[in-house]
Every structure is written in structure tokens, then in C-alpha cells.
């Protein structure tokens, strides 16, 4: 049996703020292809937004078989 496998990423960077009873919520998304690049991004956003109590994330890489 022959299974197919597909998945869809993000070509471009992109953020957004989303603002709730006096919290603001930022996010971000970037597409990468390696851990450094990931490590990379998360070093420049904390080094942009130090001000910030969480640095939340998360990340999946695909490898092109499955």
C-alpha cells in the first residue's frame, strides 16, 4: 500500500497583535527549514521584545520522506 503524505507551511514571515483586557499578545511565524534558523529567530525576538513576560513557541520540521 502506497500512502501520500502532504503538508502545507507558511512561504513568508508574518506577526500579528492581538490585544485583551489590557494584554497585548504578539505572534509571530516564520518559515525555516532548520533548528539554527528557529534558535536564530527566537534570539532576535527576545532581544526585540525584552520587555515581554513569556516567550511562547513552538515548531515543526518535516523532513521530505515520511
Not at 42 to 60: F, K, S
Request: hydrophobic share 35%.
Amino acid at each position: 500500500m502506497v500512502v501520500e503524505h502532504s503538508c502545507l507551511s507558511i512561504s513568508n514571515p508574518s506577526e500579528s497583535i492581538f490585544r485583551d483586557r489590557g494584554s497585548k499578545f504578539m505572534a509571530f511565524a516564520f518559515p525555516v527549514k532548520t533548528e539554527d534558523e528557529i534558535k536564530n529567530h527566537l534570539q532576535a525576538l527576545r532581544r526585540a521584545h525584552p520587555q515581554a513576560n513569556h516567550h511562547c513557541y513552538a515548531w515543526r520540521l518535516y523532513q521530505h520522506h515520511f
